[in-house]
T-cell receptor, first 119, second 111 residues
Framework: EPEVTQTPSHQVTQMGQEVILRCVPISNHLYFYWYRQILGQKVEFLVSFYNNEISEKSEIFDDQFSVERPDGSNFTLKIRSTKLEDSAMYFC?????????????????FGPGTRLTVL | LAKTTQPISMDSYEGQEVNITCSHNNIATNDYITWYQQFPSQGPRFIIQGYKTKVTNEVASLFIPADRKSSTLSLPRVSLSDTAVYYCLVGYGGATNKLIFGTGTLLAVQP
């Protein structure tokens, strides 16, 4: 069964450093997402991406964040200057298309996550 | 997006049927109801989705009454491996597909 993969599984960085989290979505999917989950808290939407541009972003996704699809397979999240409060699990997800909720295409497939620790 | 309310936690024993109810009083006409499951340190996983009445797949059933102001996820004969957080989400795909997660229900299955 196809799956979303993410690398690295765990990233430790110093405050102020740049990090790039990598994701390989499922190959025939067209929509890509990043979510984060601070330890003990709920999963939060960051950004959605379609046709090489951001479709929607949350208030969390400020100027320190950016996303890119540098080639046909990878989808990356960059944090320009990390802060302590960026420490969290970051999940990448993908879906076939938007469609109507209730159709198969609406299902989002999540990767295993990258645990980011900012010291 | 409709606000959802579900129990913070539930306990069950292996082999029992578990029903988790979610309230969504302000669900909109176009909204669908989706349930995700999350194990510790893993990404959420889609379980089931429905609009009205009953939907069943290989892992769960989803019951939605006529007024659609609530829904019940039913897990038949749970096992220890079903211990996880279960999220009820209500929303419409349409032009936006972001998922808004609440705090979910922590289901603890005991032997």
């Amino acid at each position: 069964e196809p799956e979303v993969t993410q690398t690295p599984s765990h990233q430790v960085t110093q405050m102020g450093q740049e990090v790039i989290l990598r994701c390989v979505p499922i190959s025939n999917h067209l929509y890509f997402y990043w979510y984060r989950q601070i330890l003990g808290q709920k999963v939060e939407f960051l950004v959605s991406f379609y046709n090489n541009e951001i479709s929607e972003k949350s208030e969390i996704f400020d100027d320190q964040f950016s996303v890119e699809r540098p080639d046909g397979s990878n989808f990356t999240l960059k944090i320009r200057s990390t802060k302590l409060e960026d420490s969290a699990m970051y999940f990448c997800a993908s879906s076939e298309d938007l469609g109507l909720a209730g159709e198969k295409g609406n299902e989002q497939f999540f990767g295993p996550g990258t645990r980011l620790t900012v010291l | 997006l409709a606000k959802t309310t579900q129990p913070i936690s539930m306990d069950s024993y292996e082999g029992q049927e578990v029903n988790i109810t979610c309230s969504h009083n302000n669900i909109a006409t176009n909204d669908y109801i989706t349930w995700y499951q999350q194990f510790p340190s893993q990404g959420p996983r889609f379980i089931i989705q429905g609009y009205k009445t009953k939907v069943t797949n290989e892992v769960a059933s989803l019951f939605i009454p006529a007024d659609r102001k609530s829904s019940t996820l039913s897990l038949p004969r749970v096992s220890l491996s079903d211990t996880a957080v279960y999220y009820c989400l209500v929303g419409y795909g349409g032009a936006t597909n972001k998922l808004i997660f609440g705090t979910g229900t922590l289901l603890a299955v005991q032997p």
